[in-house]
């Protein structure tokens, strides 16, 4: 079961550094489903196998960064299966949701270093008001954003059954890769929503200067 685990989530790292590079940092593979399946597989099978002292790139970067959460584990599946397959999973999270994950991650870090006096992880191992919630929020959330729901249902069988080795629910919730990507996306999300607030602001002032330009155009008219 340990040597599953453990294989598990070095594919799981390997995969998420192809996707990233491959995705984000390599865009213009997106017109070629074929060449960028290639080109994660190639990736995925380099931090695989490629060694720096007896050890793979992604042993190392597990030594750095620990498990994968559930969350991450069933992202990079779904990014991959969507390239692959070539099929469209809407994976949408609202500000609200990245904001929460964003703001669990923050508190988790900053007691880990010191920086607050609470530690917030200790209190995951007392799992069950943590867990309830977990439940109430898949529950609430299902109609609306199915893939969060699903990750929710997720954490709580893979926590049951100790499926990362961990008694510590928070292990199984979030981790800094899935951190730094909600802080990415919580900031390009907010940025939209300003821009795009602007850009209404805007119609509606331009709406009103053309009516009052009309008006006064009309009222010309009639004095004539």
Do not use: H
């Amino acid at each position: 079961m340990i040597a599953i685990q453990n294989y598990v989530q070095l594919i799981a790292i390997a995969l998420f550094f192809g996707v990233l590079i491959s995705k984000w940092i390599l865009p213009k593979l997106q017109k070629s489903r074929v060449l960028q399946s290639g080109v994660i597989l190639l990736i995925a099978a380099t931090f695989m196998y490629i060694q720096i002292d007896g050890a793979t790139l992604a042993m190392c970067l597990r030594g750095l960064i620990g498990n994968l959460s559930i969350p991450s584990l069933l992202l990079i599946g779904l990014a991959t299966l969507s390239i692959v397959a070539d099929t469209r999973i809407y994976c949408k999270f609202t500000l609200l949701q990245l904001g929460g994950m964003v703001l669990l991650g923050g508190i988790l870090y900053l007691t880990t270093f010191g920086i607050i006096p609470f530690d917030l992880y200790y209190y995951g191992y007392d799992y069950v008001y943590i867990a309830t919630a977990l439940f109430i929020y898949a529950v609430f959330s299902f109609k609306k954003t199915i893939v969060p729901a699903v990750a929710a249902i997720a954490i709580m069988i893979a926590f049951k059954i100790e499926l990362l080795g961990s008694r510590n629910i928070f292990d199984y919730i979030i981790d800094l890769p899935l951190w730094l990507v909600c802080c990415w996306q919580l900031a390009v999300g907010g940025w939209r929503l300003v821009i795009r607030d602007k850009g209404e602001r805007l119609n509606v002032n331009g709406e009103m200067a053309s009516s009052e330009i009309a008006g006064s155009e009309k009222l010309m008219v009639k004095s004539e």
